[in-house]
């Protein structure tokens, strides 16, 4: 069973910023932390993922369109011309 705030004071989750399960709203924080030093905290862990989430995964999927484009969907097409459907892919 999950309890909100019982895996750690540096460990922020949503039912914890949320205030669900009978926490406080923004969070309970042990040994002197509070959600400032918290979130720098998880920000500077973990700011690498958010970037590549961000920034690199829509540049490698439109990246990754463009090359597939031409040799998969410009066939289909012709295809679909040739049978009597002018649909395009």
Same mark, same amino acid.
């Given at each position: 069973?999950? =309890? ?6 540096? %460990?922020? @989750? ?19 932390? +509070? ?8 920000? $500077? ?16 999927? =439109? @990246?990754?369109?463009?090359?597939? %484009? $031409? ?6 097409? =012709?295809?679909? $011309?040739?049978?009597?459907? +002018?649909?395009?892919?």
């Amino acid at each position: 069973m999950y =309890r909100a705030g019982s895996d750690g004071s540096l %460990r922020l @989750t949503l039912p914890e910023l949320l205030g669900v399960g009978g926490i406080k709203l923004g969070g309970n924080y042990g040994a002197g932390y +509070d959600l400032q030093s918290v979130l720098m905290k998880n920000f $500077k862990e973990n700011w690498a993922q958010m970037a590549m989430g961000v920034v690199l995964i829509p540049v490698a999927v =439109r @990246t990754a369109s463009k090359l597939i %484009r $031409k040799p998969v969907i410009l066939p289909a097409n =012709r295809m679909l $011309k040739s049978v009597g459907l +002018d649909v395009k892919i």
